[in-house]
């Protein structure tokens, strides 16, 4: 958005009766029937004035229909806000990995960009890429284990904690390694639902892996094997795996011997 250093930004009699209700009730976000129901007009004029404040940099337009307020305080400047971004983003997608875990409290560390698994071929849109929102794009995506929430302001879809630690656990490198999980898992442990993460497990594309990636952590710090998560594993004949690497596989380094229902699992740096 081009904004003109040296040009106010003015308002007409009407734009100044919308810009007083946002300034009174500061919505995050805003639709042309929340200015009509607001000011008490009709949509038609709603969408009019709607378009004048945009145009003047009083808006700013997030996706079709939804749009940020751009009050007194920010100088018509938008300051990046990847929430504000993501909602009412129609593509599917839930914030997850190590952003998830940090807005559930489960890790000290945020990444620099807000982390987002949506489907393949979800084109990033210039707004959300400015904003530092990155985009996941799973092959057999599924929103299971997600849920819409308030978060800073905003309406976004975020993994929850079971479906956060099985896709940290699929996907390492987006949790910091190994050692980024076994931070969020130390944290997680006592709140987790295991009986749901271990049915979720073996409905996810590899939830497996990302069980047993989970177990062996569990075991290495020396915290308890929820039974639902022994139970899940009794009977799976798997090869050895690193808890660092990206394929699951690996053939050689140092083993845990008990892990998994009693088969091998390769701690970090296995490869």
Request: glycine residues 10%; aromatic residues 6%; neutral net charge.
């Amino acid at each position: 958005m081009d904004v003109d250093l040296y040009s106010p930004r003015t308002l007409g009699p009407r734009e100044a009766e919308v810009l007083a209700w946002l300034e009174t009730e500061r919505p995050a976000v805003i639709e042309v029937t929340d200015v009509a129901d607001a000011v008490g007009i009709s949509r038609e004029y709603a969408r009019t004035l709607v378009s004048r404040l945009e145009r003047k940099n009083w808006l700013q337009r997030l996706t079709r229909g939804r749009y940020e307020p751009l009050l007194g305080a920010s100088g018509g400047w938008p300051a990046p806000d990847p929430w504000a971004a993501l909602d009412g983003w129609v593509r599917p997608y839930y914030v997850s990995f190590a952003s998830a875990a940090y807005e559930w409290g489960l890790t000290p560390d945020r990444p620099g960009e807000v982390q987002v698994a949506t489907v393949t071929g979800a084109a990033l849109p210039l707004s959300m890429a400015e904003a530092g929102v990155r985009l996941v794009r799973l092959r057999r995506f599924t929103l299971e284990g997600s849920r819409e929430r308030p978060l800073h302001g905003h309406g976004v879809r975020i993994a929850t904690t079971e479906r956060c630690l099985l896709d940290c656990a699929t996907h390492p490198d987006l949790a910091g390694g190994a050692l980024g999980l076994s931070r969020v898992l130390a944290r997680a442990h006592e709140s987790v639902d295991w009986a749901r993460l271990a049915r979720m497990a073996g409905e996810l594309p590899r939830g497996v892996g990302a069980m047993r990636r989970i177990g062996a952590l569990l075991e290495i710090l020396d915290l308890e094997i929820p039974p639902p998560l022994l139970k899940a594993a009794a009977g799976l004949h798997r090869r050895p795996m690193s808890l660092d690497s990206l394929s699951g596989q690996a053939s050689d380094g140092p083993v845990l011997a008990r892990c998994d229902g009693g088969h091998e699992i390769l701690p970090i740096g296995g490869r």
